[in-house]
């Protein structure tokens, strides 16, 4: 079984009041690592504080302990610890986490992506992990928690979302027997493909319909665009990252793109940038440089902007990165 950082070991034997938090426009490994969390200590006789900065959306709100996560006003300043999960950075988990509030609490940092800029007094971060769900899964086991039940479902739903179901390219071995043992466990994968990644919104379709009969493409990068009218039309859900996804599938395409047009806590425009990779390729580092993050086959930031200034800026940058890489 992996390695597992020893200090973290001991800041959870040691801590008893453990607030746990995830990352912004959370998907399934922010919820199922946060929630995976909260059983893994509520089973080790812990008080546990679950919090996010957004609410939780639909496709979640079934997972075991979901309707537990507290919102950024009801996060309290007293905890022993505070443990990040499948955050990248600090700036990530919004306002759960207050500087002021929480300095003196130690941090305690689970991830696996690559950029992670290894911000809190204890960093375990495995990058070789498909999911931070993944992660969760050799802590149980070294913590002797039973991989059952309701923990069993978050882990996997993480492992699965991450992966887009075993299909991306750092599904290893490892990564199939985490899940194995899972499902051992009496997660059921069918269940939780059909509720994550088999199904969206008749708006969410509509919206695709309409920024898929407008694609661009040139050199090897392929992108979308979505304007705020048309997010209206999916009900504020876009999606962004599946149709990222599914962009990536274009034969002609190494790199995908989607831009989507919101407005910021400011009331300024400012655009979610999204973008995948085919193997070989590499968009973290781009998505870095931008104040973002991610992972080689999947990253992304958020820029001030409208959409023109925004695309004007960035695909230059991912046209100059596939061209690196198409000549290696
Ligand atoms: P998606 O395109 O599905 O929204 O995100 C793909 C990956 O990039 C995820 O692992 C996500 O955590 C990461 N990511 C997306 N947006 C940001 C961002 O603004 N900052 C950071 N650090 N990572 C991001
Ligand atoms: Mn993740």
Known sequence: MSMIEPS????????NHILCISHVNPDGDAYGSLLGMG?????????????????????????????QIIAPNAVADHYDLIVFLDASSRDRV???????R??????????????????????WVRPDC??????????????????????????????VTDTLCFRTSNTTAEVLEAAMHLIRGGADLATITQRTLNQRSLGVLKLWGMVLSELHFEEGVIWALISREQLKTAGDLS???????????????????????????KGLSAVECSFRAKPGFNVATVALELGGG???AASGCTLPGTLAEVTTKVLPALKQVRAIYANQ
């Open 8 to 15: 973290l070991i001991q800041a959870i034997h040691t801590h």
């Open 294 to 296: 991610g992972h080689p």
């Open 94 to 100: 919004g306002s759960v986490y207050q500087e002021n």
């Open 39 to 67: 059983w893994i200590l509520h089973h080790l006789g812990k008080q546990v504080v679950l919090a996010m900065h957004d609410q939780t959306s639909k496709e979640f709100q079934l997972l075991p302990g979901a309707h």
């Open 130 to 159: 498909a999911a931070t769900c993944q992660m969760l899964v050799y802590l149980a086991d070294a913590l002797q928690v039973p991989l059952t039940g309701a923990l069993a479902e978050c882990l996997l739903t993480g492992i």
């Open 102 to 123: 929480h300095q003196g609490i130690p941090v305690a940092v689970i991830d696996h992506h690559v950029t992670n800029t290894y911000f809190g007094d204890i960093n």
């Open 239 to 265: 999606g962004d990252g599946q149709l990222s996804s599914m962009l990536i599938t274009a034969l002609e395409a190494d790199i995908s793109a989607t831009f989507t047009e919101k407005i910021d806590e």
